[in-house]
């Protein structure tokens, strides 16, 4: 099984759009993640680290500049997704990558907090 870190700039860079508003909060995950298509189109337009902010994992020894290297994706290339961060909670979860379900739990919770959702 694969192991990662997590990405501590992609953290950061997701609390920056959730800070200023950049997230949707209805969307169905499986229709709306990015495809390889839609990353290639990234990486035409955008460097390898802007493209990697947009993943809260690093796969360990993977090359940098991969698609390989980064791992749990959260948003659409845009905008943060509050399904993205429950697919990445679940996922990592499932495998027992607890950096990375922690990373994505605490985002949702920024994302719940920042949209005025609560209990």
Same mark, same amino acid.
């Given at each position: 099984?694969? $192991?990662?870190? &997590?990405?501590?700039?992609?953290? $950061?860079? =997701?609390?920056?759009?959730?800070?200023?508003?950049?997230? &949707?909060?209805?969307?169905?995950?499986?229709?709306?993640?990015?495809? /390889?298509?839609? +990353?290639? =189109?990234? #990486?035409? $337009?955008?460097? *390898?680290? +802007?493209?990697? +902010?947009?993943? #809260?994992?690093? @796969?360990?020894?993977? @090359?940098?500049? @991969? $698609?390989? %290297?980064?791992?749990? &994706?959260?948003?659409?290339? %845009?905008?943060?997704?509050?399904?993205?961060?429950?697919?990445?909670?679940?996922? =990592?979860?499932? *495998?027992?990558?607890?950096?990375? +379900?922690?990373?994505?739990?605490? #985002?949702?919770?920024?994302?719940?907090? /920042?949209?005025?959702? @609560?209990?």
């Amino acid at each position: 099984m694969a $192991k990662y870190e &997590v990405n501590d700039r992609a953290v $950061k860079h =997701a609390a920056r759009l959730i800070a200023s508003r950049q997230y &949707v909060l209805d969307s169905d995950w499986g229709s709306v993640q990015p495809r /390889a298509a839609d +990353e290639n =189109a990234c #990486l035409e $337009k955008h460097s *390898w680290d +802007e493209y990697a +902010e947009w993943h #809260l994992g690093l @796969t360990d020894g993977a @090359t940098d500049e @991969t $698609k390989a %290297r980064y791992a749990f &994706v959260y948003g659409d290339l %845009r905008r943060v997704h509050r399904s993205g961060l429950i697919a990445c909670v679940y996922r =990592a979860s499932e *495998w027992r990558h607890k950096g990375i +379900e922690l990373a994505a739990h605490n #985002l949702l919770q920024e994302l719940d907090a /920042a949209a005025g959702i @609560t209990a």
